[in-house]
């Protein structure tokens, strides 16, 4: 086929364009998000591999709202629908569901609505789509396109298989022509071939974005009081909504206890509760009525909360998969958010039994290689982000600028002498300590396992006690990674020398060494986090601003009863609390404040915010702020305005457009332009550039003088080929002649 008849038309995407800013309130695509929707629009089967927060949702919800007729949304869990469905509604798009949970009448309305082309978007379980008549309804409706979500659940390789979507294949079978779109964060090979085929796909285009998330702060902290670490962390952040993951039942119940007790809304999640215990966790999570999770690697499949601020791994995870996957739940909104992984030595031993406990060789040899990659990422002395993505077969061009190490990076020193005080206290001790009781040793400590194997009385007893334990912690990890010695796992982790480590001892090879910063250091946001949005500083107008944001944001969830980042997400409100808009035009400037947002929230916000500014400032606008032009002075002597046009500068003020005056006030337009008119001619401030843009202003200052003399306004609209009506020329005149100061 000609290229020409297969790449969708630029006034379809001119329409998607739009469609962002109108429905989402963002300006730009992402870069993968046009080329994926343009094939898409095309008509052509489309294969999107993105990760978590990547903003897969677009891919297909623009196509829906641009195409005529209804897409039908393939998505297996229950939770996520009615999620996406709430967002899409919050955004002004006809959206809706149909599975177990929705009743036979509901569902019949949602029918109808299908049928008549009322429906952008229809959510359906995969179950109900097979179901008994359900393709026979599908017949009746016009489908501008199917979405399936999660497609990786197709595949038996992955942890999600789920029966059901074996059967989508029939799909293919029923709507020959209808395109496919098939989306998941998973990567893998083999899940994509099953996709494909079982999929039925025609030649699909297959997008694999980049799996990176550099709005996440990686962290690695030692693995000392965690509990302790946990609570500091959350006294700094108090607001945050955070999620604690363990290994075991048991810890998430005794972690959540003590958060509890310490006055935090903790609560815990894992799959030993009933389902009615679960959902309600989950929901006050997602109300943010709770802060703090703790739970189980279980938590979390089933959520898209926006909103998770940070994630906290309180056990290593056995790979790398696992984590990536985890700490992929902080930061979906794109704001800045963090992931912290505590590390122990112990926490590796401890995984490596269980990986390896009652499976096959091969698997325990695969589990352990995966282990290990999954250590050498915490005990990492250079960019852990390079190390996960390049996991991923993905190469970072320069270092992150936005984890531990970059933001701390470790200066290195000749560690000769500390290396040679380690390996003589491992030689002296007959090769029979583990990492933990040779730090004892060096450091001098009188405790029974130092006592009990008389290693008090070695040479060497004490030779470190200058250093502190997590420095000789690290160094001797180092030295580890270094292969000066290694430890024999089935003698009780007993560490041992090797030929280098003899090397090191005799002085016949020096060893360099990474000196840390202390870990509170690492967490401060960088300068060099360019990618991410910045988090205001606790205590600063902007902090407060945005914590008053917050609390309006919840107010109106709870009275709405959606979750409140279905009202604005954390980065739309950050942005909004250092750029202060209170027009219209600012408000809808902010990335996220779409059309249906603003209507719906936009004046509470837009009050919040004067409040906050306090009586006596003006409101100042973004646009009007970048602007050059210098802001005219009030030349005009100050004269009462009437009550009438007092009330409509007023919500000018709000930053209500001429219309929404128009018709909150109940009045004609040019009445409420009159007002205006009148109030900035008798010397009120306006946003004048609500009406007429700088360049425009530039413009018709032009064409006033090309016309010389005090030209009429019909010559100056003429004379402007009508680009500008009245209003705007005579506002634009009275800008002029303030500025000159008449
Ligand atoms: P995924 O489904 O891949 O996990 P989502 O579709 O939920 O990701 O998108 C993650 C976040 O990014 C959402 O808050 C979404 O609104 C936002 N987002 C998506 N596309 C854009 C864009 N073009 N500009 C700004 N934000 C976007
Ligand atoms: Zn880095």
Redesign the pocket.
């Known amino acids: 086929m000609p290229d020409i008849l297969t790449t969708a038309t630029p006034d379809l995407m001119q329409a998607a364009r739009q469609a962002?800013k109108r429905y989402?309130g963002?300006?730009?695509?992402?870069p993968m998000?046009v080329d994926i929707i343009q094939h898409i629009l095309s008509g052509k089967d489309t294969v999107v591999l993105?990760?978590?927060?990547?903003?897969?949702?677009?891919?297909f919800q623009i196509p829906a709202v641009v195409s005529e007729g209804t897409c039908i949304v393939v998505s297996p869990l229950i939770a996520l629908m009615k999620d996406q469905v709430e967002?899409l509604k919050a955004n002004g798009i006809a959206a809706a569901y149909i599975n177990s949970s929705v009743g036979q009448a509901e569902a019949n309305d949602i029918a109808r609505a299908a049928v008549s082309g009322h429906l952008k978007l229809l959510y359906v379980s995969p179950e109900k789509l097979l179901s008994e008549g359900f393709l026979q309804f599908l017949n009746r409706v016009n489908i501008s396109l199917f979405a399936i979500?999660e497609a990786h659940c197709i595949s038996s390789w992955g942890h999600d298989f789920r029966p059901e979507y074996t059967q989508l294949g029939t799909l293919r079978t029923h709507f020959p022509g209808t395109p496919i779109i098939a989306?998941t964060?998973t990567a893998d090979r083999l899940t994509q071939r099953d996709i494909r085929t079982q999929l039925n796909l025609h030649e699909p285009k297959v997008f694999l974005s980049s799996f990176d998330r550099p709005n996440i702060n990686l962290i690695v902290r030692p693995g000392q009081d965690r509990v302790g670490s946990v609570l500091e962390y959350i006294a700094r952040h108090p607001q945050d909504p955070g999620i604690i993951y363990c290994l075991s039942r048991k810890t998430c119940e005794t972690i959540s206890q003590k958060l509890v007790a310490k006055g935090v809304k903790a609560g815990h999640y894992h799959a030993g509760l009933t389902p009615a215990q679960r959902s309600k966790v989950q929901e006050a999570f997602l109300q943010d009525d709770v802060q703090v999770i703790v739970a189980t690697i279980a938590f979390g499949m089933g959520i898209?909360k926006?909103n998770v601020r940070w994630v906290i791994h309180y056990n290593l995870p056995k790979n790398i998969e696992g984590y990536y996957q985890e700490i992929g739940r902080a930061g979906?909104?794109?704001a800045q958010s963090t992931a912290i992984l505590f590390y122990s030595f112990a926490d590796v031993m401890q995984m490596r039994e269980m990986v390896t406990k009652d499976v096959p060789a091969r698997q325990a040899q695969l589990n352990t290689a995966k282990l290990e990659r999954m250590q050498q990422f915490a005990e990492a002395a250079s960019c852990r982000r390079k190390i996960l993505l390049n996991y991923f077969s993905e190469t970072l061009g320069e270092d992150c600028g936005n984890c531990d190490i970059c933001r701390n990076p470790p200066t290195t020193f000749d560690g000769t002498l500390i290396a040679q005080k380690a390996l003589s206290a491992v030689a002296r001790s007959k090769e029979r300590v583990s990492i933990n009781l040779l730090i004892d040793i060096l450091r001098g400590m009188r405790n029974q396992a130092v006592l009990q194997g008389g290693y008090h009385q070695i040479k060497t007893y004490g030779a470190g006690s200058d250093l502190p334990y997590l420095d000789w912690y690290s160094y001797i990890h180092q030295m580890l990674n270094d292969g000066l010695f290694y430890i024999a796992y089935e003698e009780g982790y007993a560490l041992k020398i090797t030929e280098r480590g003899h090397q090191v001892l005799k002085g016949q090879l020096s060893l360099p060494l990474k000196k840390f910063q202390p870990a509170e250091k690492a967490e401060k946001p960088s300068r060099a986090s360019k990618k991410a949005a910045t988090v205001a500083t606790i205590g600063t107008p902007e902090a407060q601003l945005f914590d008053k944001l917050r609390k309006l944001r919840k107010q109106i969830a709870d009275e709405q009863g959606v979750p409140p980042?279905v009202v604005f997400?954390d980065?739309t409100l950050q942005e909004m609390a250092a750029e202060r808009p209170v027009s219209r035009v600012g408000m809808l400037g902010i990335?996220?404040v779409g059309m249906k947002k603003f209507e719906t929230y936009g004046e509470a916000f837009i009050k919040l915010i004067l409040e906050h500014e306090g009586p006596q400032a003006a409101p100042t606008d973004s646009d009007e702020v970048l602007s050059a032009a210098p802001r005219p002075r009030a030349a005009v002597a100050n004269q009462p305005v009437s009550d009438s046009e007092d009330a409509t500068v007023q919500l000018h003020q709000m930053g209500l457009s001429p219309e929404d005056i128009a018709e909150r006030r109940n009045l004609a337009l040019t009445t409420v332009k009159t007002h205006l008119y009148n109030a900035y001619a008798k010397g009120r401030e306006l946003r004048i550039h609500d009406f007429v843009s700088d360049t425009e202003l530039a413009e018709i200052f032009t064409a006033r003088t090309q016309l010389g003399g005090d030209p009429t306004l019909r010559d100056l609209f003429d004379h402007l080929r009508e680009k500008y009506d009245y209003f705007q020329l005579r506002m634009a005149a009275l800008y002029h002649k303030r500025l000159r100061g008449q």
């Open positions: 962002l989402y963002y300006d730009n695509f992402r998000q993105m990760p978590t927060g990547g903003g897969k949702s677009v891919c967002a979500d989306l964060a898209d926006s979906r909104d794109g980042y997400s980065a990335s996220g």
